[in-house]
Nanobody
């Protein structure tokens, strides 16, 4: 079992930056692929970025060059540095932990609101 708690959301002007953090507890952390997803009102949840246990990253096209995902396994944490924010980045951002091996595990945090004003 993994519990995920996001922090770092808030209100920022367009062009500004925010850094989201996700702290995990409860189980082995370094085996999980960690990810950030977001959901805007009326929209489906969408992938923002992922980072594997080996450090391989993947980004949605709409954040490439602006957002950076990283992880610190010693702190059981994953981060999302968001630069050059746009109003369309406004959404609830969710942390995800995923493991596909002999068993399948998938966990979500409660989300943190990011609002970008124009």
């Amino acid at each position: 079992q993994v519990q995920l708690v996001e922090s770092g959301g808030g209100l920022v002007q367009a062009g500004g930056s925010l850094r989201l953090s996700c702290a995990a507890s409860g189980s082995i952390f370094n085996i999980y692929t960690m990810g950030w997803y977001r959901q805007a009102p009326g929209n489906e949840r969408e992938l923002v970025a992922t980072i594997t246990s080996g450090g391989t990253t993947n980004y949605a096209d709409f954040v490439k060059g602006r957002f950076t995902i990283s992880r610190d396994d010693s702190k059981k944490s994953v981060f999302l540095q968001m630069n050059s924010l746009k109003p369309e980045d406004t959404a609830v951002y969710y942390c995800n932990a995923n493991y596909r091996g002999t068993n399948y595990f998938n966990y979500w945090g409660q989300g943190t609101q990011v609002t970008v004003s124009s």
